[in-house]
């Protein structure tokens, strides 16, 4: 360590690191971090923390601190909700049926596509709002609302923008391969324009951090996927999949052979879908709310995750169809309580897996030396208090980039 002052520590805390080396959470009892021009400059028990000085101290008064959470799978920029179409679904209509007759993503596209970017980013704004109040510091926001080329690229530079506005990290997913366009019927069509129009187009604008299909018997098919992720590699941009979320249609597999970040859902997974993941390095994103909100019955195959050693994240899935939900405590909660994760597993799930997910382990997800200062404070005894509530938010106090 140099001998230039830390900008700010915060000690007297209970630390979850998530360092990876350490067991379990990584937890150190007597702890504090400091920071370095938005970066931690350490982490560690308070009595081995070096004394350069520091520009301010925050005495966290035995709270806890975990990294700044994640939320690594949303579609939280579209225009307009989907309220109807959930009390069609309460008089016994299915998600699929409102898809096949024109509704569903497809209203959504339709709202979408007759917003302006600013009225996006305006109604985008309190969703954001709502993740950050919960310590949130990274979001992945993926687009699929557009599904032509300049409405996908207003979706993503909507997305952009937010970082404008709020501290806090934004991460884009390019999402063309979500469904058919309205008045649509040819999935090859669509495909193609995904592949020669659409995704050039965000990459030369640089409007995408990764690309994402929705791999489903009333979206694409896993060869229709297979182009889509070929034109992303041209453009070297790393992808995830809708993989395996109302059947098993064979994405988990196909996203580990293009060594996808993230294959996400994955309530129909196979074992060897699950092994091919492993093998790639591919993390499996689990979306509680979706699974809750179609109340689905068959959880993911968390045992074959654990036994197969493939990292598990948790997200919000925030959209107006499936999961209109922005609380990452509580997709956590019901990473617990509905597909039976451990709490370590659920803490984990939205910081440090939740980084590898984005490809980002190496910036945020830990409390390590030299990534970005991102910090949530709790105020809780147990670190277990912050999956096992329902509708609380102890949040004391958020740090993005130091700040
Ligand atoms: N899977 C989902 O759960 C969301 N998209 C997807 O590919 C649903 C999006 C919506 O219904 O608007
Ligand atoms: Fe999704």
Redesign the pocket.
């Known amino acids: 360590l140099s001998n230039a002052a830390f900008d700010k520590v915060w000690r007297n805390a209970r630390l979850a690191t998530l360092a990876p080396a350490a067991a379990g959470l990584g937890v150190v009892e007597h702890g504090a971090v400091a920071s370095r021009a938005g970066r931690i400059a350490y982490a560690g028990p308070e009595h081995d923390l070096p004394s350069p000085g520091a520009a301010e101290i925050v005495d966290c008064g035995g709270r806890w601190i975990t990294p700044g959470l994640i939320d690594c799978?949303t579609?939280l920029v579209y225009a307009g909700n989907r309220a109807a179409e959930f009390e069609q679904r309460l008089a016994g209509a299915s998600y699929a049926d409102i898809a096949r007759a024109g509704g569903g993503i497809a209203s959504s596209v339709a709202a979408t596509r007759e917003a302006s970017l600013e009225r996006l980013v305006a109604e985008t704004l309190p969703r954001l709002d709502a993740l950050i109040a919960e310590g949130v510091t990274t979001v992945e926001v993926k687009s699929g609302y557009g599904l032509d080329g300049p409405n996908e690229a207003k979706q993503l530079r909507a997305a952009r923008q937010l970082a404008a506005h709020r501290p806090v990290g934004i991460t884009t997913t390019f999402l063309g391969a979500h469904a058919l366009p309205p008045g649509g019927d040819d999935k090859e069509a669509h495909i193609a324009r995904v592949c020669n129009e659409m995704l050039p187009g965000v990459a030369a604008e640089g409007l995408a951090d990764a690309v994402d299909a929705f791999c489903e018997g009333i979206a694409f098919s896993p060869e229709q996927v297979a182009r889509v992720f070929t034109a992303a590699r041209r453009h070297g941009l790393p992808v995830k999949l809708?993989a395996d979320q109302l059947s098993d249609g064979g994405g988990a597999r196909l996203a580990a052979e293009y060594g996808a970040l993230s294959a996400?859902h994955l309530e129909y997974a196979s074992e060897n879908g699950v092994a091919a993941m492993a093998r790639a390095g591919t993390v499996a994103v689990l979306?509680p709310g979706a699974f809750y909100f179609l109340r689905e019955t068959q959880a993911p195959p968390v045992a074959l995750f654990r036994r197969h050693g493939v990292p598990m994240a948790l997200a919000t899935?925030s959209?107006p169809g499936t999961s209109p939900l922005t609380s990452i405590l509580l997709a956590m909660n019901m990473g617990a309580t509905l597909f039976r994760m451990t709490v370590e597993e659920c803490i984990a799930g939205a910081t440090r897996e939740a980084a590898q997910a984005l490809g980002l382990l190496r910036q945020i997800g830990t409390l390590e030396t030299g990534k970005q200062c991102d910090l949530a404070v709790w105020s809780v005894d147990t670190i277990s208090e912050l999956i096992y509530r329902i509708g609380f938010n102890p949040l004391h106090l958020r740090v993005w980039n130091g700040q």
Do not use: A, F, Q
């Open positions: 799978h579609h809708h996400d979306l899935d959209n």
